[in-house]
């Protein structure tokens, strides 16, 4: 089994939370920082789509809190759906909170993983490719950078290019849901 790094399980939270020593909790983001006493390590829960009813879902990670690289990473190749849709929201997350750019990055793991030999479109691959697009609303075309102070041109720009990747994930949804 691999290690734990990051979780959106409640039970789980729960029962790994209650043997963590709290360290202290930050009112702005609504996060909570934590010690592992068995093995020192650094934990933090924070809540994701705060915008929705009931506060959002809560989602525990171990400290470093895993970049973009290292989220892409684990939502491409882990197992487990729940670590994936975590990873997928914390992209998310950073995308929102800390101008992380993580779109064309992602789009271009998937097609590359899709595309690999040995690669196969069974069940578990297709839930995870969906789960990874959908969590992470990769087939949304909305531009998220900045308007203000820039030029027609350099907003058509920037729609082309969430545009172009909102089509790349949509293609693969397809193919996703042919299995």
């Known amino acids: 089994m691999n290690e734990l790094r990051l979780t959106s399980k409640p039970e789980l939270i729960e029962k790994l939370t209650s043997d963590f020593i709290k ?3 930050d009112s702005n ?3 909570t920082f934590y010690l592992c ?3 020192n390590e650094n934990w933090q829960k924070i809540y994701v789509e705060t915008e929705y009813h009931g506060g ?3 989602v525990l990670f171990k400290l470093p809190d ?3 690289l290292d989220l892409i990473n684990i939502a ?3 197992e487990d759906l729940d670590e994936i849709a975590s ?3 914390l992209l998310l997350v950073n995308e929102k909170e800390l101008k992380e750019e993580f779109r064309e990055d992602l789009i271009n793991a998937i097609e590359n993983k899709v595309s690999q030999k040995d690669f196969i479109w069974n069940k578990l691959n297709s839930e995870k490719i969906k789960s990874i697009i959908s969590e992470t609303q990769l087939f949304d075309k909305t531009n998220r950078r900045p308007i203000l102070g820039k030029k027609n041109i350099e907003i058509e720009k920037d729609f082309e290019f969430y545009k172009d990747i909102s089509e790349r994930a949509k293609k693969i ?3 996703a849901n042919t299995v």
């Open 56 to 58: 959002g879902h809560p």
């Open 37 to 39: 006493p068995k093995t």
């Open 29 to 31: 983001t609504w996060g």
């Open 87 to 89: 990873a997928s929201a």
């Open 66 to 68: 895993p970049r973009k």
């Open 23 to 25: 360290i202290e909790s």
């Open 173 to 175: 949804i397809t193919t």
């Open 76 to 78: 491409l190749n882990s």
